[in-house]
């Protein structure tokens, strides 16, 4: 099976193919429609951007939605997801996108004969909000390469920042994190401090504070954060005519990022949104046509 549920399942030819081909969805392109295939969209996590941007997506090409809702499903009988999984498949379902808290979740379905799109595996990778972070780049820079980026927040736990990561560099992108101690993640790469490098990044990406995978552990002063860590009125202004803000969201207004910053003229936060739908489509065509559905 041909699954995307990490960057490292796409080369770098097949990450440039999908931005290419979201930016000709969003211009007009006709998609590939499939009224005989049933799709099934298993969200164990709370969304409202993946789950209902792939909804439409999937409406779009004509898909069949199974309506599986996670508090109604036999899982709460106590059955495996692996086994749910192969329910869905023999049931005649074509593809599975799924979102779980578990990291890495994928690695106990390979015996399933079903592809499987992930929608978030926990504080490990989100696929498709990378990619459409990497659509809303390229339409505004046309080029990946060479470009400095600076990922602010919440590092340890956050999966928007491993995929970036992964690929962005994998792409020649320069990228750098910005992060208090606790959020830290030092596997992933150099964290510098937000003041030195603002004036010279062309992306600003912010994460969200992630308080749901910190255990209660973290003492956390949200003034504080927006102060040492936050997109403030007065770093914006530092920031280059040419640069971009980009968060994932949902915001934390007034900690990540200043409330009235959140629509300002360099905010790509709402665009990365409509982005998502027409990157979802691609990622389907994508699994359709590799999978020969
Ligand atoms: N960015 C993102 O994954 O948002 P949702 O959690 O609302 O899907």
């Known amino acids: 099976m041909k699954n995307i549920v990490s960057m490292n399942d796409l080369s770098n030819e097949e990450v440039y193919k999908l931005i290419n081909r979201s930016l000709e969805l969003k211009n007009g392109s006709d998609i590939l429609k499939r009224d005989d295939l049933f799709v099934a969209n298993l969200f164990f996590e709370n969304s ?21 809702e996670t508090t109604t499903s036999s899982i709460n009988k106590g059955e ?79 999966r928007v920042a491993r995929s970036n990561f992964n690929i962005l560099t994998r792409l020649g992108a320069d990228v750098k994190f910005v992060s208090p101690d606790v959020f830290k993640d030092i596997s992933l790469g150099e964290v510098v401090n937000f003041d030195t490098v603002i004036n010279d990044i062309d992306i600003c990406m912010l994460l969200r504070v992630q308080h749901e995978r910190h ?51 360099k905010s790509v936060i709402f665009e990365q949104m409509k982005n998502g739908m027409y990157m979802r489509q691609a990622i389907l065509e994508k699994i359709i046509k590799d999978n020969n559905l």
């Open 215 to 265: 255990d209660g552990e973290i003492v956390f002063d949200k003034d504080e954060y927006h102060i040492n860590y936050g997109l403030t009125q007065e770093r914006y202004r530092k920031l280059k005519d040419s640069a971009i803000v980009m968060h994932p969201a949902p915001v934390n207004r007034g900690v990540e990022i200043a409330d009235s910053l959140v629509e300002s003229d």
């Open 48 to 68: 409202t951007r993946t789950k209902h941007s792939f909804e439409v997506a999937e409406q779009k090409m004509k898909l069949n939605l199974i309506n599986f």
């Open 80 to 158: 495996s997801l692996y086994d749910t999984c192969k329910t869905l498949e023999m049931i005649g379902c074509s593809i599975l996108v799924i979102r779980h808290q578990e990291r890495e979740y994928y690695k106990n379905l390979t015996n399933l004969n079903i592809p499987i799109v992930s929608g978030g595996d926990g504080s490990g990778e989100h696929p498709s909000q990378c990619l459409l972070d990497l659509m809303t780049i390229y339409e505004r820079f046309n080029k990946i390469e060479g470009l400095k980026i600076a990922i602010v927040g919440d590092i340890k736990n956050s």
